[in-house]
DNA sequence: CTATCTGTTATAGTACACATATAACAGTTA
DNA sequence: TAACTGTTATATGTGTACTATAACAGATAG
């Protein structure tokens, strides 16, 4: 997989790194039990700090979806086989949470709730939509 | 209306202020020409600086959603009224954007397209319900 | 007209997050 | 055993957030 980062936005570069892995879960493009590179070399090749990347890594570890192993490295996780876990439904209410935030937004420009699932729907079919297997 | 400040949390608080107060006007709280309280007295009452509330302030104001009028202060606009402007559609493709990385977030857990659909139902019927007239 | 209050701008200081740089460490493995 | 992994420690520079003090132009109540 491939990261680009922007150094021109306002989102943090280990952020940037940490969302576009996430992505790359979701897709299906990172698999469980496919490696990551390590910390140093996707620094090298992104041109940022080591610890940049160490703090994207250690924020994906701490969200249960990578593992570490030693010197072999950072492996993708199982994250989709804990959908039990305290963790996984502080996930879901955050996720919650932010939906209301914009719904909110919307409604204070006039817009309404027909228009907001619809937008919502739209992006649905975009996101679930897309399943990559290899790379 | 009645703003509480959360020092503990990581969003900054003129963040908090602008919330609150688009809050105010998705639920009719805030009716377009309702006056806000001045900068110094509303910053006085939070136990924050005047330039904090100020820079919320002129967000709202660049957003749309109060004017200034000299002495009088700041009054609630009606952003509702301009839902074809350039700055609407943006706002509304800044939500589709987040609405998307939402969704892709829950799918990297294992969430489904419908799992998606019944959170986003469940909070814009939260929030769409939400019609205060008075205070 | 004039004093007053409004948002606004300027300057300065403190605190914290982000990113960098260099260095060293414990654990795993080729 | 040597090499590579993530991890931690320390230091520096930069940008944002918040505070503090001060002054300004514009609108308005008296």
Redesign the pocket.
């Known amino acids: 997989m491939i990261l680009s980062i922007d150094f021109d936005t306002q989102e943090?570069?280990?952020?940037q790194i940490r969302s576009q892995i996430v992505s790359a879960v979701a897709s299906g493009e990172l698999a469980p039990g496919d490696p990551?590179?390590?910390?140093?070399?996707l620094a090298g090749d992104l041109?940022?700090?080591?610890?940049?990347v160490?703090?994207a890594?250690?924020m994906l570890?701490d969200e249960g979806y990578v593992t570490?192993?030693?010197?072999?490295?950072?492996y993708v996780a199982d994250v989709k086989r804990s959908a039990s876990t305290a963790r996984a439904q502080e996930h879901r209410e955050q996720i919650a949470t932010e939906l209301a935030r914009l719904a909110t937004e919307l409604k204070a420009r006039g817009g309404t709730r027909e228009e907001f699932l619809a937008i919502a729907t739209a992006q649905a079919d975009h996101v679930f939509s897309q399943n990559k297997e290899g790379e």
């Open positions: 943090p570069i280990y952020r990551l590179p390590s910390v140093r070399s041109g940022v700090n080591m610890h940049t160490n703090k890594y250690a570890r570490m192993r030693g010197r072999s490295g950072a």
